[in-house]
């Protein structure tokens, strides 16, 4: 995208303990998106700006994770922000943008 290009996002400064732990964590968390689509680069830059190394997902690139969406959230739709739990039944799938950035706020803003 050439706003990615122009507009560099700058993360949160972190110590290097509170990065190594969200990266650890982050990388339970995968986003489902579409380049395109106007919701998803907007959860896409927030995710650089708060430090996180969430597993990317474009859904119109990879068919493969549409059926992921299909079959574990319910439905095609981005962006999604899938979070796994300690255990499979502890995954949840967050469809709209206002609920990914509510999430992505209380759980990882500083």
């Not at 708060?50 to 959230?73: F, M, P, S, T, W």
Request: proline share 3%; with cysteine.
């Amino acid at each position: 995208m050439v706003a990615d290009t122009w507009f560099k996002v700058k993360p949160i400064k972190r110590s290097c303990e509170e990065q190594s732990s969200l990266d650890r964590e982050s990388r339970r968390i995968q986003l489902y998106f579409c380049k395109t689509c106007p919701s998803s680069i907007k959860i896409k830059r927030r995710c650089q700006k708060l430090g996180l190394k969430v597993v990317e997902k474009d859904v119109g690139r990879v068919n493969a994770y549409r059926n992921e969406l299909i079959h574990g959230g319910g439905e095609v739709r981005v962006p999604c922000l899938r979070i796994e739990g300690r255990k499979d039944q502890d995954t949840r799938w967050l469809y709209t943008s206002t609920k990914i950035l509510q999430y992505l706020e209380r759980r990882f803003d500083k």
